[in-house]
């Protein structure tokens, strides 16, 4: 992974009210000393009963990654409503189930927050994070919980992979009414030095299975293979792994995780060690349920790509219609048939987008694409295969976006805004400073508020 794409910076001066952040003498975002959650109000409500059509249970509310969330009332105008400070930062996008507000942090502790006014209603810490000393490359300090947790209707239990001390990464699954841990499990990658792993890709629930995909750390340094492993919900059985057939790298971290698409799972790959024989790597791929890989798809530039770093890994993959949309570090689009990939160089379309990082929403066949250089509004032409940009938003708001209540919501994560836009021009519609947020953050929209993980906890609004 580019470090460029993924060193927190902190903006002098566009920090809010709501949070703060320091700043280290070289402009990254220093180490903050997180105290203990501040005391709050006293709960509105002990947990209302699941209402699925108003829960936001995973990473951009389904298992497809659409980013398009429940019936909301129109959002035009954005007004703070509360904040929980907490004890590290939230890099995953918050979960809502039951009038609560699951949100990790980088301490390896779990929330509950009433999403009325932000008090905690329980939380559980799992393990002590690994401190910057122990780990041989990275930007995350310390390493806890990074990747976006995912709810589970049929047992009640909200799963996270927590990172903890000499590098083990144990399974979660904690009871999201009464925040008691109900599974625990180890969820190694199958190969390479566990250290040297950084778990930041959503987890996803299917199939009875929690999957877990890996990547390496920011320096891509030391001997990580990307893979995918799966425990039962239940935390009983046997579960499954794959991993990338490279020798180093290949790792899968696009915040978006697992796509899930007609029975299977589809990932994108970064960049691997080979420049001559082809490795898996720098692809998009199809597992079954036992994660065995039955298709792929690989750029006839793949090669150039794993010696420059411009791989497809930086974005999770977009179903658009029967489509599926990749982009990567290249700046190019890629149309891929969801039924026969392609294998390398066989797309059905492709066309500059922009170099994108994080995960697109979807709404019919338009795509918002979190490019570097601000939000991009991409069409998709079914019957050509090819992409057109329709617009270019702000050009600090590169987070992930969703769409919601008529708006596409997106964070510039450095500038610490957040952003309204209109979905048909791009026009703001409002901006409110929120604090500054981790790399690629997402917004949450239920019930008629949003919430945004930043580097110190959450912030709700209302709109």
């Not at 936001?56 to 497809?64: G, L, R």
């Not at 978006?256 to 960049?271: S, T």
Request: some cysteine.
């Amino acid at each position: 992974m580019a470090s460029s794409a993924r060193v927190g910076v902190c903006v002098a001066g566009l920090l809010s009210a709501l949070l703060l952040a320091s700043c280290s003498s070289d402009g990254k975002a220093a180490e903050p000393a997180f105290p203990p959650a501040a005391a709050s109000p006293a709960p509105t409500s002990a947990g209302a009963p699941s209402d699925p059509a108003a829960d936001w249970p995973t990473y951009h509310h389904d298992n497809a990654r659409s980013g398009l969330g429940p019936a909301q009332p129109a959002a035009t105008k954005l007004t703070a409503a509360w904040r929980a400070k907490l004890d590290g930062a939230v890099y995953g996008q918050p979960l809502v189930v039951a009038g609560r507000v699951l949100a990790a942090t980088e301490n390896d502790t779990v929330y509950a927050l009433d999403a009325g006014n932000g008090a905690v209603v329980w939380s559980r810490h799992v393990g002590t994070p690994v401190p910057r000393s122990d780990l041989p490359c990275g930007n995350i300090f310390p390493l806890g919980i990074t990747s976006t947790m995912a709810y589970d209707a049929g047992s009640g239990l909200v799963f996270a992979l927590a990172e903890s001390t000499g590098g083990a990464h144990t399974l979660y699954g904690i009871d999201a009414a009464t925040g008691q841990v109900r599974v625990k499990r180890a969820a190694e990658p199958p190969k390479g030095d566990r250290i040297a792993h950084q778990q930041r890709s959503a987890l996803t629930v299917e199939n009875g299975q929690v999957y877990i995909a890996y990547g390496g750390l920011d320096g891509d340094c030391a001997q990580y293979i990307g893979s995918v492993v799966s425990v039962p919900v239940s935390g009983s059985g046997a579960g499954h792994s794959y991993a990338i057939p490279t020798t180093r790298e290949g790792g899968i971290w696009a915040p978006g995780g697992g796509v899930v698409h007609d029975g299977r799972l589809y990932y994108a790959v970064g960049n691997g060690e080979s420049t001559s024989g082809f490795d898996g790597s720098d692809t998009v791929i199809a597992l079954d349920p036992a994660l065995r890989r039955t298709d792929y798809f690989a750029p006839s530039t793949w090669a150039d790509d794993n010696e420059r770093d411009l791989d497809l890994g930086s974005l999770s993959p977009a179903v658009v219609g029967s489509a599926i949309v990749i982009a990567g570090k290249r700046g190019v689009g890629y149309v891929l048939d969801p039924a026969h990939l392609g294998g390398i160089g066989g797309q059905r379309g492709r066309s500059d987008v922009c170099r994108a990082f994080g995960g697109t929403a979807v709404s019919g066949t338009t795509l918002f694409v979190p490019c570097q250089d601000g939000i991009r509004s991409v069409s998709l032409d079914a019957a050509s295969g090819r992409l057109r940009t329709d617009w270019h938003g702000p050009s600090g708001a590169k987070g992930s976006p969703v769409v919601a209540g008529g708006a596409v919501w997106v964070v510039d994560y450095d500038g610490g805004l957040l952003y309204l836009l209109d979905p048909a021009s791009g026009k703001v519609r409002s901006q409110l400073a929120i604090g500054v947020a981790p790399h690629f953050a997402s917004p949450t929209v239920a019930a008629g508020h949003g919430y945004v993980g930043t580097l110190t906890g959450v912030v709700s609004v209302t709109y």
